[in-house]
């Protein structure tokens, strides 16, 4: 347990410094040793208790969260309102970081739930700050603004002078985004934690200005990139994944493109990583691109199309911080600087959740199939129930080819596509191509989140601008591929021309802009209306 194991570390290396000649810096480091026995005294009688009520809640006083808070209170100051904040010498922060570096992912939950429960914002100071508004509107401009001020500054939580101070030290900020990614962690594990998602919001918002657009840096990587960058490339790849080096060199080598974005606090670390393919057409499938022979020399006159096949945000911490976007705008900039015949800009993306959504569109079918006792909803049926997946023909045929007429239709459809067992008969590939093509455009096109588009890649791109363009069969049949969308890849394309104005009308209006194959697609599955299933491109 951590906290026999600072008692026992403090002993030992008292003992060991003392033989050692250095006892007395060691004494004097920022954890206050002398001060942690008193303490550790002083909650001697409750130690266990504490020790074994950690997870059901507890708050009996502990060693260790008596440590964490005498910690933080001698950088960011006391709560007292008014009292003048000493000056922090940056030891007791840099050993602060180093004692959170060192814990168990245990005690470094209990340390985030410490900090953002007695250093967030005193909800007293906002009210009593808030009820001096109306008195100094009486007074004068003056005394209102005044009074203003002390509101919000009644508001910032006391663990945001934490994180400035923790910023200032030499890789602080990796620190900083290391603590949001153990943060979001531990809110992944908890039902409802307001205290843990504000203390992650703050973070998020200091970590939004500290990697602003303006203060990051574009690198190109080659084969002749450090060997540790081109180990994270390859590492960091959560899109393709790379099997070995001459997979790696394949993709930053001839009409492949790699940037990333690094920064100033974080020179060796990906923020961001985009890979591109130059090309003379929009690609409609992944294979051509990471399986393509190395090739030695490029012919620039035969390139006029960037594919932007994978972008990987490196760092879980900065989830929420704009990077991507950012990266490909800077990087359409510096390929048409360097290929001036270049007019055609696309992804080739993945569509992940593609294929759950459908087996649970499936799963409310048959839910109301037993509802009703009718063995015909699923196929074309009254509009009080679930849309129609498939017709009633494609669905006898997929029971014909699997042999299962004595099973609902959508019962074997289901774990065809659980399994990936469709993908072994050529007959079932083609007879699911016309109804899983309908269905993804349906998932991209109309389920929305919010009024946004449900899957993160098409919000991710309909943001930045990009046109739903083209849906691709069969364009990724790795594994991954047919267990994420069924080997479906679509292509969102940016006509440069537009892209101000199609992400203005998709956040201020949730207008997606579509082709007309994709409008098309989406009408055959049902629910698009005729005025929106009209396409200008």
């Avoid at 020790?51 to 950088?75: H, K, R, Y």
């Avoid at 294979?287 to 594919?307: C, F, K, M, Y």
């Avoid at 079932?428 to 929305?448: G, I, Q």
Wanted: net charge neutral.
């Amino acid at each position: 347990m951590f906290l026999r194991g600072v008692w026992r570390s403090a002993r030992v290396g008292a003992e060991l410094a003392c033989c050692t000649g250095r006892g007395t810096d060691m004494l004097q480091g920022s954890f206050k040793w002398q001060r942690l026995r008193k303490i550790y005294a002083h909650n001697i009688s409750g130690l266990q208790n504490s020790v074994d009520g950690a997870e059901s809640g507890v708050s009996s006083p502990s060693l260790f969260t008596a440590t964490i808070s005498q910690m933080v209170t001698e950088i960011i100051g006391p709560k007292e309102a008014g009292l003048k904040k000493p000056t922090i010498p940056e030891g007791k922060t840099r050993h602060l970081c180093d004692v959170y570096g060192s814990l168990s992912s245990e005690d470094k939950a209990t340390f985030l739930r410490v900090i953002s429960r007695q250093f967030g914002t005193d909800h007293d100071e906002v009210l009593k700050a808030a009820e001096g508004l109306p008195q100094a509107k009486e007074k004068s401009e003056a005394a209102l603004l005044k009074a203003e001020e002390r509101l919000q500054a009644a508001l910032v939580p006391r663990y945001h002078d934490l994180f400035v101070q923790i910023g200032r030290l030499e890789g602080g900020v990796k620190h900083l985004v290391d603590m949001r990614a153990d943060t979001l962690d531990l809110l992944s594990t908890v039902k409802d934690n307001a205290e843990l998602r504000s203390f992650s919001s703050c973070l998020r918002e200091m970590l939004s200005h500290w990697f602003s657009a303006g203060l990051l840096h574009l690198q190109r990587i080659t084969w002749e990139s450090s060997c540790d960058i081109l180990q994270k490339i390859s590492e960091y790849e959560a899109v393709h994944p790379m099997k070995n080096w001459s997979d790696l060199k394949r993709r930053v080598g001839p009409y492949r493109r790699c940037f990333i974005f690094t920064h100033s606090t974080m020179p060796r670390e990906p923020m961001v990583v985009l890979h591109t393919a130059l090309t003379n057409q929009i690609s409609d499938n992944i294979q051509t691109i990471v399986s393509t022979p190395i090739l030695d020399d490029e012919d620039v006159e035969d390139i006029n199309t960037a594919i932007f096949y994978s972008i990987t945000s490196t760092q879980k911490g900065l989830q929420g911080v704009e990077l991507g976007n950012y990266l490909i705008k800077r990087v359409v900039r510096e390929l048409q600087a360097e290929f001036p015949k270049m007019t055609q800009f696309s992804s080739l993306s993945p569509i992940p959740g593609f294929r759950d959504w459908l087996v649970g569109e499936i799963n409310k079918v048959l839910s109301s199939t037993e509802s009703s006792s009718s063995e015909d909803s699923g196929v074309d049926g009254p509009s009080s129930t679930p849309p129609a997946l498939l017709t009633s023909a494609e669905l006898q045929k997929v029971a014909e080819i699997a042999g299962k007429d004595d099973v609902l239709p959508l019962v074997t459809l289901k774990k065809l596509l659980q399994t990936n067992q469709w993908m072994g008969a050529e007959s079932m590939v083609e007879t699911l191509k016309d109804p899983l093509m309908r269905l993804c455009a349906r998932y991209l096109y109309l389920e929305k989140r919010r009024g946004y588009a449900v899957n993160p890649v098409a919000n991710f791109h309909l943001r930045n601008g990009a046109v739903l363009w083209r849906l691709n069969w069969q364009a990724d049949t790795n594994p991954r591929g047919i267990s994420q969308s069924c080997g479906i890849m679509v292509n969102y394309r940016y006509f440069l021309g537009d892209t101000m104005r199609n992400s203005q009308r998709y956040m201020e209006e949730q207008h997606i802009e579509a082709s007309q194959q994709v409008i098309d697609l989406a009408q055959a599955a049902g629910g698009v209306d005729s005025p929106a299933g009209k396409s200008n491109l």
